[in-house]
C-alpha cells in the first residue's frame, strides 16, 4: 500500500496547479501526482490559441469578458462561476507568468494580445500558437522546484476507492460516500497498487477519443469522468460536446487530428467553400469568428450540401512575415503535409475538441463524493454552459486548481487516511487472448459516437446509438470480469461509459441550445437539466 497527503490525477494544467499551489501553501503535505504515459502529455500540450483574460483594463473590462462567456455559454452558465473565472483569472495569469510561463509582448511593457471565435476584445494571451506547450514546459519546472511533491508517470488509475470496496452497497443518491485513494495500474510491473489519500483530486483531461476525429491526444478518453461515474457521483452536461470548426483535412484522418486554431481566423483567415466562395455571413453576422457551435454546424451543413469532405480556409491574403511569426507551428505542419498556407487554401473539417460537461463540481472544485476533488476539462464548473467560449479552459483550470489548494488547507486537518482498505482484486482474471476484441470495440465505439451522436442529432439516431451501446457495454463488461488488467481494456470500459452519458444526456435535453442540436426539436428552448443520477 501507498500512502500520501493527497493524491491528484493527471498532469496536465489542472493536476500541476492544484500540487503548486498547494505546496506552497502546505510544505508539510505530502502530493503525489500521477498520469497514465508521459507527464507531459495531454490537452494541455497541444493547447494552441492561448488563454483568455482581462489583461489590457483601458480597451477591455471584466463585465465584457463575463458577457461573451454568458453569451457563449447560450442560457445555462452559472454566472457566479463566470464571475469568480473571470475575476480571479488575471492574478491566475500573472502566477504563470511569476511561475516561468513566457506569453508573447508586443514591446517590452505590453503582451501581444489575440481574438478568437465569440470575444468581444481581444483578450488571449499566447506563445506563439503553442501555448499550452509552453504552459505545461513551466509548470512542470516549477514541481520539479518543490520537495513536497512527487510525479509518478505511466501509473493509470483504474478506479477511486470508496465504502463500496469495503464491502457496503453504495448508490448514487447516497449523501456520505467518501473517496479514500485510488487503485493504479503500475504499467511497468504490470501490478496493480492501492494508493491511499486523505484527498484525491480527479484532473483527467478531456474525453475526445470517442469520436474518429478529435483534436484531443490518445490519452483523452474521460478515465476520470468514468471513474467518478462508476463510484456513484454526480456529472452533468455531458451532451454538450464542442467540435472545432477548423481541423486540418486529412484523407484517412489523422488521430488526433492537427488544430488550426481559431486565432488565424481571428488574425483574417476567411472561411470558404472548395470553390472559393465565403459563406459564414449566411450563418451568422460576426462570419468566421461566430461562436464554435454556429461555425460548426455551418460548416457541417456547407460539407452535407454540396457533398464535400471539407471546407477552406483562406489566408492568401494575409501577411506572411506576421503569419510566420505568429504561427511557426501551423504553417510548418501545412507544408509537411503539402500545402503553404499562404498560397493554397487550407482544407479543414470540424473535429471533436472540448468536453463542456463532466464531474460536477461546486465553487471550491468539491465533487458530489467528499474527499474527492476535480477540476480542468474533467470537470463541470458551470462556466461553460452550454458551449465553451475559446481559451476558457485553461483559464478555468488554473482559478479552479488555485479554489481547490485553499480549500484543502482549510479542510485538510479533518480527513485522515483509511487504512483497512483491501488490495485489488484479480481472482478469475487471465490474460486476454485477442486483443482485436478490444481494438475492434474502440473502433465500433467511434463510429457509433461519430454517426449518431455528432454535430447534429435526433431521437432516432440516439436511440440507435444508445442500443449499439448497450451491447458493447455487455460484451466490455464480460472481457473485463475474466481478463488480466490493461490501460487498453480500462480505456475502452471508460470510452463506452463517457458514450453512454454523452448519449443519454443529449437523449433527455428536448430541445436544441448550444452546442447540442436536434432536428426533433431545431427551434425549443425550456429544458434545462441534465444531471445523470
Ligand atoms: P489534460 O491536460 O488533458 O491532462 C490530463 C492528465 O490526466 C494527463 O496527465 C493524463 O495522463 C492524466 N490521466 C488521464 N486519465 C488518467 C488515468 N486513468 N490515470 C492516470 N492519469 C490519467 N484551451 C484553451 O483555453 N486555450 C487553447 O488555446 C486551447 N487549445 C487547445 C488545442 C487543442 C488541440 C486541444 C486538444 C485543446 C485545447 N484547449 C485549449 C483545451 C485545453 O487544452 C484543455 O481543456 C486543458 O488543457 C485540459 O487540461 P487538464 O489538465 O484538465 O487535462
Ligand atoms: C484554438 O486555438 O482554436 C483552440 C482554443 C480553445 O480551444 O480554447
New binding site residues.
Given amino acids: 500500500m501507498f500512502q500520501t497527503d493527497v493524491l491528484i ?9 492544484t500540487a503548486i499551489q498547494l505546496a506552497r501553501k502546505r510544505p508539510d503535505l505530502k502530493i503525489r501526482l ?19 483574460a482581462v489583461w489590457d483594463r483601458i480597451r477591455d473590462d471584466f463585465e465584457k469578458h463575463v458577457l461573451d462567456t454568458l453569451d457563449a455559454g447560450d442560457g445555462l452558465c452559472n454566472e457566479e462561476a463566470v464571475r469568480i473565472v473571470v475575476e480571479e483569472g488575471p492574478s491566475r495569469v500573472q502566477e504563470l507568468i511569476d511561475w516561468g510561463a513566457r506569453f508573447d509582448k508586443i514591446d517590452a511593457a505590453h503582451y501581444d494580445l489575440a481574438r ?1 471565435g465569440g470575444h468581444s476584445e481581444s483578450r ?1 494571451l ?1 506563445f506563439q500558437d503553442v ?2 506547450a509552453e504552459i ?1 514546459r513551466a509548470l512542470l519546472d516549477k514541481c520539479a522546484e518543490l520537495e513536497n511533491v512527487e510525479i509518478l508517470e505511466r ?4 478506479d477511486v476507492i470508496t465504502q463500496h470496496h469495503l464491502g457496503y452497497n453504495v448508490t448514487r443518491i447516497m449523501p456520505d460516500i467518501e473517496c479514500y485513494g485510488a487503485y ?1 495500474l503500475n504499467l511497468q510491473t504490470l501490478e496493480v497498487e492501492t494508493h491511499l489519500a486523505r484527498a484525491t483530486v480527479l ?4 474525453t ?1 477519443q470517442i469520436y474518429r476525429t ?4 490518445l ?3 474521460g ?2 469522468i468514468a ?1 467518478l461515474y462508476r463510484a456513484k457521483g454526480h456529472v452533468e452536461n455531458m451532451e454538450f460536446v464542442q467540435f ?1 470548426p477548423t481541423a486540418l483535412y486529412r484523407p484517412g484522418s489523422e488521430n ?1 487530428a ?2 488550426i ?3 488565424v481566423r481571428g488574425f483574417g483567415a476567411v472561411l470558404k467553400t472548395r470553390s472559393g466562395e465565403a459563406f459564414m455571413h449566411r450563418y451568422d453576422p460576426r462570419e468566421s469568428l461566430a461562436p464554435r457551435d454556429i461555425v460548426a454546424r455551418a460548416i457541417d451543413n456547407e460539407m452535407k450540401t454540396l457533398g464535400e469532405e471539407y471546407v477552406c480556409l483562406d489566408c492568401r491574403h494575409l501577411d506572411r512575415e506576421k503569419f510566420l511569426a505568429h504561427f511557426p507551428n501551423i504553417y510548418e505542419k501545412c507544408i509537411s503535409v503539402g500545402i503553404d498556407p499562404l498560397e493554397q487554401m487550407i482544407p479543414v473539417v470540424p473535429a471533436c ?2 468536453m463542456c460537461g463532466g464531474i460536477k463540481v461546486d465553487l471550491q472544485g468539491r465533487s458530489s463524493i467528499a474527499r474527492l476533488y476535480a ?5 463541470c464548473t458551470g462556466l461553460h454552459g452550454a458551449n465553451r467560449l ?8 488554473a482559478v479552479f486548481g488555485y479554489r481547490i489548494a485553499a480549500d484543502l488547507c482549510d479542510h485538510i486537518g479533518a480527513m485522515q487516511l483509511r487504512m483497512d482498505i483491501p488490495e485489488w482484486d484479480a481472482a478469475g482474471t487471465a490474460h486476454p487472448r485477442e486483443m482485436v476484441l478490444i481494438t475492434q470495440s474502440i473502433k465500433e465505439l467511434k463510429e457509433i459516437m461519430s454517426y449518431y451522436v455528432g454535430i447534429v442529432r435526433s431521437n432516432v439516431r440516439l436511440e440507435r446509438a444508445l442500443n449499439r451501446l448497450h451491447l458493447l457495454y455487455e460484451e466490455t463488461e464480460t472481457l473485463y470480469h475474466s481478463t488480466t488488467l490493461s ?1 487498453a481494456l ?2 475502452l470500459r ?1 470510452l463506452i461509459t463517457i458514450g453512454y452519458l454523452v448519449t443519454r444526456s443529449a437523449a433527455m435535453r428536448r430541445e436544441s441550445r448550444g452546442l447540442h442540436y436536434t432536428t426533433d426539436y431545431p427551434e425549443q428552448r425550456g429544458f434545462s437539466q441534465s444531471t445523470l443520477l
Avoid at 375 to 379: H, Q, V
Wanted: charged letters at 15%; a negative charge; glycine letters at 16%.
Fill in positions: 490525477i493527471g498532469t496536465g494544467i489542472a493536476g500541476l496547479t500521477v498520469s497514465k504515459t508521459a507527464k507531459d502529455e495531454g490537452n494541455t500540450r497541444y493547447a494552441q490559441g492561448g488563454i483568455a478568437e488571449i499566447h501555448t499550452g505545461e501509473r493509470f488509475a483504474i493504479l484532473a483527467t483531461g478531456g475526445g478529435t483534436t484531443n491526444p490519452v483523452s478518453t478515465d476520470g471513474m472545432h488526433p492537427f488544430l486554431s481559431e486565432a475538441h472540448y477540476c480542468g476539462e474533467s470537470t475559446a481559451s476558457n479552459s485553461l483559464l478555468e483550470a490501460a480500462c480505456e471508460n
